[in-house]
């Protein structure tokens, strides 16, 4: 069973359009992320989640918005995508307190295109 | 504000060889946790090895160790008897533990290991 899921793992859109990637955590953890990986391949966190309160919210557009309807689940609504969007976007969840070395895993990444 | 960085956008190693690659970060806080994780052409990252900085002892995991230098804030990744399943992006990343909030992992910008036969 894959611990962190996230759907789709690929999708071309055009510009203007509203999107949106899912995020679904089995390993009973309380906290999740979205990180973002531009096409250097940087990664830089946007937004975390614990218990369903948003707790870190870096500095992205409003057009990102994202939900976790339960501590097991969040998504990421994106309007108005823009050529700039284009990147891997990956969820990532984590046990604060309880998990060696305070240990984030990854889901497999969903990669954004804006055409 | 942590920094994390690796010098080395490339590196290439032969099979079955052993290679090191490189991490310094920058921090004034004395609790942290340092990681290695490994992305290979599926994109998926995936942990390779965590270190405690309380931990004077070095993390060791099957093929894969660090040597870790608290005074110097370096944590390097040693690689012994490379496969050639170990070609990926390898990126070195920082995170101080989180009290009651979670806290962010802050990553250097990656290091893309070669192995060649």
């Known amino acids: 069973d894959t611990a962190v899921s996230q759907t789709p793992k690929y999708l071309v859109t055009q510009m203007g359009n509203d999107k949106s990637i899912k995020c679904e955590q089995n390993?009973?953890?309380?906290?999740m992320y979205w990180y973002k990986q531009d096409s250097k391949k940087f990664l830089k966190i946007m937004f975390s989640?614990?218990?369903?309160?948003?707790?870190i919210n870096e500095t992205v557009p409003n057009r990102f918005s994202p939900k976790s309807p339960d501590k097991a689940h969040l998504n990421l609504h994106i309007n108005s995508l823009e050529l700039g969007d284009s990147a891997v976007y990956f969820c990532?969840?984590?046990?604060?307190?309880?998990?060696?070395?305070?240990?984030?895993?990854f889901g497999e990444g969903s990669w954004l295109t804006v055409v | 504000a942590q920094t994390v960085t690796q010098s080395q956008p490339e590196m290439s190693v032969q099979e079955a060889e052993t290679v090191t690659l490189s991490c310094t970060y920058d921090?004034?806080?004395?609790?942290?946790?340092l990681f290695w994780y490994k992305q290979p052409p599926s994109r998926q990252m995936i942990l390779v090895i965590r270190q405690e900085a309380y931990k004077q002892q070095n993390a060791t995991e099957n093929r894969f160790s660090v040597n870790f230098q608290k005074a110097a804030k370096s944590f390097s990744l040693k690689i012994s008897d490379s496969q050639l399943g170990d070609a990926a992006m390898y990126f070195c990343a920082y995170r101080i533990p989180a009290t009651g909030t979670a806290s962010k992992l802050t990553f250097g910008t990656g290091t893309r290991l070669q192995v060649t036969l």
């Open positions: 989640y614990n218990n369903k309160e948003l707790i």
């Open positions: 390993l009973g953890h309380d906290t």
């Open positions: 921090t004034s806080e004395s609790d942290y946790y």
């Open positions: 990532a969840s984590s046990q604060e307190g309880l998990e060696p070395g305070n240990t984030i895993y």
